[in-house]
């Protein structure tokens, strides 16, 4: 699928002043900036300081596979909108204003109600999410929008009741009860609960892992 290539910045002071949102310091994590695209606020994620060095190349696939995402939920209120990549290592979309589910004083259960309809449908679209906490969240006028699709996986439709893509989603759903739990105290229901409990194998696996981590930190 091909994105729109950027036009080029014009929103007079602002496009001259961007504002930092985050640092990338992290491996292959971008600079994030507010600016203006294309005459309306927008957010550039920026991995321009990979460029000429090996890392270029998965730092562009990281851009592409994003941008197809944000172009695939093109629509969805839940998601912003893409603008477009810039020179193939810097990505542009709609600046949504609000603040993080990390940052907010106070969020009404009526926002996670929302926010577990929004994974509902993502993920019967086949979509994960797969890096859903409290920064990758804004809440703009009462309704939450998912950023940073970074990490976010599409399942073919053929393959979509794998186990992999149902730990995923499961996965999702577990990381939004925490937060509701944090932010809002309400437990889950005994019928989320169940959705969200792990099956016999992952808590197998996760056990192994734990045992064989033990060890090896032993030796
Ligand atoms: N479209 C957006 N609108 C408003 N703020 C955003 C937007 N995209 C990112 N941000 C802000 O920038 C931060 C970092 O962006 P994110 O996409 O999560 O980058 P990273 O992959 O480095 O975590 C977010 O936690 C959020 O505060
Ligand atoms: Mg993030």
Redesign the pocket.
Known sequence: MKTPTLPTLACGDEAAMPLL??R?ERFL??D?Y?TCLDGQPA?V?DYTRYRGTPLSLLARVLVRREARMLNRLSGWKHA?ALLGTIGGLALG??????Q?LSSAQMVGNEVFEQLQQALDRLHSAGITHN?LHG??V?VSAGVP?L??F?SAWRTPRWLRRNPISRQLSRSDLKNLVKMRQRLTGQRPSDALAARVADPGWVAAVRQGWKRFYRWAKQR
């Open positions: 949102l985050k990338g994590e971008p994030v507010r957010v994620k912003p979309m709609e600046f949504i204003p609000g993080t890096d920064t990758n804004v929008v950023l940073d970074t």
